[in-house]
């Protein structure tokens, strides 16, 4: 997209006074037995970018189905601009625009087509529905494909049709599942630019939802779910903030006998991760290493220090990895689904 690049404006990370827009309430839901979400509450102010970050099976897909009036929350409530989602599904929608994670475009139909389909579902027609049109096709820089049909299209620009779809009725917010998702990284760059450009210049409240930390940090801010709770809100600095200093991991030949002593010796906090390596917070890393490895001599076989990331925030809140084996297997069985589905 030909957009220009704009500045992330710290005020929208921090804004005390804004206005919520949508006010999530000890929202839950089960499927049967299965609780995928359980009592949720939080609210996204005016004109910032939202995320929700969860590994997979963490509730994202389901809270977004409530919000998008897909789906009836088993208790709790959720308000998009004062209007119940389970009350009031017409208001809600008027106000909304969808991009689900799955295809909604009609390949077979070109760009302008697809989108005047989308425009009389809304009532728009006639002159002022082909000038919308044309604006919309326009924004997302496919003006010059509109005549042609949606499948000689990157995946790049197919998923600009399904934003310029989503927005056709000038929506004031905009609710995004894992949208990046199957993109090239040039591609990805320019959704969220374009997410920032509806944020400073038309005051868009946007929600995303995503797995990845990298586009996490994005968002203006977050709320972390781990099987259906809440375990982390606030700006991406905010989060981090929170650990003291550095993230250290050791690989130790027994790494519960090391974290033992650790917190014996230094009496700090040793945790031992999914994947066998003793994690310590702690400020000043590289010194403290030097300490451990002298205190512990032959127990340690490798040694990282960095700084902490969304996903050290992830773990200090749930005590396990953002990544274990079964998400990651999941998420692999999706995306080959996902794969055989397009062919
Ligand atoms: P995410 O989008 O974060 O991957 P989901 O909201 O899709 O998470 O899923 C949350 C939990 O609910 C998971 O345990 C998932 O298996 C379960 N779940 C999702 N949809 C259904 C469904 N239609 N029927 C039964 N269980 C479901
Ligand atoms: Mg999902």
Redesign the pocket.
Known sequence: MNTPIVETTAANATNDSAEAVIRIENLRHQ??E?V?LNGVSFTVNRAEIFGLL?P????????FRILSTLMLPSSGRALILDHDVAADPDGVRRQIGVVFQSRSIDVKLTAEENLIHVGHLYGIKGPVLLERVKEMLGRVSLGDRAKERAETFSGGMQRRLELAKGLLHRPQVLLLDEPTTGLDPGARMDLWQYLRLLRDQEGVTVIV?THLMEEAEKCDRLAI?SH?NLVGLGTPAQLKSEIGGDVILFDAREPQKLAEEITARFALAATVLDDGRVRVEREAGHRFVTDVVEAFPGQIDAVSVSKPTLEDVFIRRTGHRFWNEDAQAQAEREAATAKKKKH
Do not use: D, H, V
């Open positions: 499927y049967g299965r995928a969860g997979n099976g963490s509730g994202k897909t389901t809270l939802t779910l259906g």
